[in-house]
């Protein structure tokens, strides 16, 4: 089991960055793919980004894709995600999670974290 924890949500007004962070603990954290999802109040969790073990392979959601950005450090077991030109419409509770492959789908990821509420002002 690897134990997960998001930071580094706030308040940004729209076009602002922010940066998530994702740090890993427990069962050999650095052989997962991590990815990170998104849920805005009363509408269901989206895919946002996932990353490859090595980090060689990232895939990106259309509705984030040339804003953000996902990466990771191993050697830090933290997987990161740099947000730029931030909209209202990025606001919602951010969690990353671990699949044994890289994947876009919820049910191919089995840790969460409790999630970061990232809050994108007009």
């Known amino acids: 089991q690897v134990q997960l924890v998001e930071s580094g949500g706030g308040l940004v007004q729209a076009g602002g960055s922010l940066r998530l962070s994702c740090s890993a603990s427990?069962?050999?954290?650095?052989?997962?793919?991590m990815g990170w999802f998104r849920q805005a109040p009363g509408k269901e969790r989206e895919f946002v980004a996932v990353?490859?073990?090595?980090?060689?392979?990232?895939v990106i959601s259309d509705s984030v894709k040339g804003r953000f950005t996902i990466s990771r450090d191993n050697a830090k077991n933290t997987v990161y995600l740099q947000m730029n030109s931030l909209k209202p419409e990025d606001t919602a509770k951010y969690y990353c999670?671990?699949?044994?492959?890289?994947?876009?789908?919820?049910?191919?990821?089995?840790?969460w974290g409790q999630g970061t509420q990232v809050t994108v002002s007009s």
């Open positions: 990353i490859s073990t090595s980090g060689g392979r990232t």
């Open positions: 999670a671990t699949a044994f492959r890289i994947s876009t789908l919820e049910n191919s990821f089995g840790s």
């Open positions: 427990g069962r050999t954290p650095n052989t997962y793919a």
